[in-house]
């Protein structure tokens, strides 16, 4: 991964300002601004009362032009998910207003490679990760000490979701110990993702799981003062728990991201917000009931739940193969030769097919936003 | 979609030969270039005896350096999935040798939009596509008269997957009509993807799907004899069923694709070829006997079949999320910080998550190649 600048990855962009969306070749991701603007509005106003600020998570766009919106709307700087999002956004929003765009990397790193990189971009803009274990933080250490810079470092703690982090708090203060007495890194505090009650369906459900990811955390916390660390950063939350995550007074900063684009998922949880990101898709012909359009997982993505048809939620999904999907819808229409718009069953994935967005405003085209940050890109 | 020649496509194209595969940022794309060599001689080599010949589906590996080696060993010419993929691959390998290169569009196309990028891609080699309707005709003829090129046609017939294809024979002739008098287009014969036989793991219900749909292209041949139309090709298979499909004279070539890379879900009617293409991943941490790897749903793509670590038979995954999954593996290896390689459980939309591959001999970089052709590429 080379530093390219903004205009690097800017180069190829096609230019179809002008193009009604009904002319755009299929599959294609398709992104209403307005619909975008207002979901980041009616989160950061969410986030009025609150005691924990918004670091939105750019897994879920991966759009430079939606991250500084969000930046503006008051984002307290951005959340990410690999090394090649950190190294994107730090080079796309590094230099943003204020210093707010400290960018967070919400993982855990173990590969020289990628913590070279990381390092790389740090010089862009300050950057912090998640660690679990003292060799995660031996190799920070070193690429940091390398690359003549300093890493934020958060200690993972494992509230639940049984991925990453400690499971064990009595391993807390020696790993704290390790990473305050590292050259290179900077112990900032905790994070404790609960991953497993974001996705619940009922409300109260996440909240009972999201109070036991909380009783963890609290317990981390009190471990770390214990042991002569204010935790100054607590990072949690994501889009179904932001509000509940979020009002806890020891959570600085929550991870919720999908808000902006959202997608089936996404509205089983968060009904609120708007659908901002949709693929267009043309039936190429009808059997009886059945229409089969030419998007399939290779445009949709394929994984949570499946896609849905926008403006026909009669319409039932038959399959999803690899370039098409094939679904039943009562009438005669849509025909051969129609667009439809395809709500994804789960946009991060979705977003991640595509170089492009097409923003589109009254159908037409408006602009082309630029995926950045996906694996293997510099 | 404009058309930028094979250089445009490598001007960004990372300097990585030399470097070790191990010293890669993580996750990362690799090629066994002798292992993909293999294949293809191996499968060049079972269709010596076979009537009918290998036109290799390029959406496996969406690599012009792969179509090319197979174009190399004989291959009839390319079968693509997509428009995105016909263009890139007339850009690549339209001028390859003796006019071996014609492509195959082997899906159906109903957008004005991605007609035009056809039409305009024929100019570079012979495209043909599938069409199952007069609506699709039309457009299509249209298309191609508007850019002064022709294109061929073969009329999709369902020979039992349920997806796309004329359902009732009797519409044949009258298709078959409409395509001859349509001006651009030109008739050749038949198409009909047995997708529900290819994937089927048992060899005996394989043989007796594949018989069920060639009785569907022999009625269908008999139908376009009738109305005065000589098939001069009938198009079909898969990699789990060229051998069974191929032996059928009628069936003049065969669309496998991904016995060039291969991956868990192939494996399963096709363990002749080896694994070319892997992912590579890092051990974030251990938690007993449960890994945490640097790769999920955007690294390995997720649907059809999991993914399974090379070398570690024993391992089985847990969690696929979306940049992380998790095996449990017996012992005390892998640690965090080692490499693993994983086989895809579906290689096709695993590659198409990539913009390169890494090609890796003896452990060592040896080029990156382009995966080209992807939605909304241009």
Redesign the interface.
């Known amino acids: 991964?080379?530093t390219?600048g903004p205009e690097?990855d800017r180069a190829?962009e096609?230019d179809l300002t002008g193009v009604p969306a009904a002319?755009?070749?299929?599959?294609?991701?398709l992104l209403d601004p307005d619909v975008a603007s207002r979901n980041i509005s009616q989160m950061a106003a969410a986030f009025g009362p609150l005691p924990a600020r918004l670091r939105p998570h750019v897994?879920a766009h991966k759009c430079a032009e939606l991250a500084r919106l969000q930046l503006e709307s008051g984002a307290a700087g951005l959340t990410c998910?690999?090394?090649?999002e950190v190294a994107a956004f730090a080079r796309h929003c590094g230099a943003a207003s204020r210093g707010a765009t400290a960018l967070l990397l919400a993982?855990?790193?173990?590969?020289?490679?990628?913590l070279?990189?990381l390092a790389q971009a740090a010089a862009a803009a300050p950057v912090t990760l998640a660690v679990?274990?003292p060799?995660?933080a031996a190799?920070a250490s070193l690429a940091a000490t390398e690359a003549g810079t300093e890493l934020g470092v958060l200690i993972e703690v494992d509230v639940g979701a049984?991925?990453?982090g400690l499971?064990d708090l009595a391993q807390l203060a020696p790993l704290a110990a390790a990473v305050a007495r590292s050259p290179g890194l900077r112990l900032e505090g905790l994070m404790g993702y609960e991953?497993h009650a974001t996705s619940e369906r009922s409300r109260a459900r996440r909240r009972e799981l999201v109070a036991g990811a909380l009783a963890v955390l609290h317990a981390a916390a009190a471990e770390l003062r214990r042991a002569g660390h204010e935790p100054r950063v607590v990072s949690a939350g994501g889009t179904g728990t932001f509000d509940l995550t979020g009002a806890d007074p020891l959570v600085t900063e929550i991870q919720a991201g999908s808000y902006v684009l959202m997608d089936v998922f996404h509205q089983e949880t968060s009904p609120q917000f708007g659908v901002a990101v949709t693929v267009a898709a043309?039936?190429?012909?009808r059997?009886g009931a059945l229409i089969?359009l030419?998007a399939g997982?290779?445009?949709l993505?394929?994984?949570l739940r499946p896609p849905r048809i926008a403006g026909l939620p009669r319409a039932e999904l038959q399959?999803l193969?690899?370039?098409?999907c094939?679904f039943t819808v009562p009438g005669s229409a849509p025909?051969?030769?129609d667009?439809v718009r395809l709500i994804c069953g789960y946009a991060?994935?979705a977003v991640?097919?595509?170089?492009?967005y097409h923003v589109v405003r009254d159908g037409i085209v408006t602009g082309c936003w630029p995926v950045i940050g996906?694996?293997?890109?510099?």
Chains 1, 2 share one sequence.
């Open positions: 991964m080379t390219g690097a190829g096609p002319a755009l070749p299929t599959p294609a991701l897994k998910a690999t090394v090649a993982n855990q790193v173990a590969s020289v490679a990628n070279r990189v679990e274990s060799e995660q190799l049984g991925r990453g499971r991953g043309t039936v190429l012909g059997h089969v030419d997982r290779k445009a993505g394929g994984d399959f193969n690899e370039e098409h094939g025909r051969a030769g667009q991060p994935t991640n097919l595509y170089p492009w996906r694996h293997g890109e510099r």
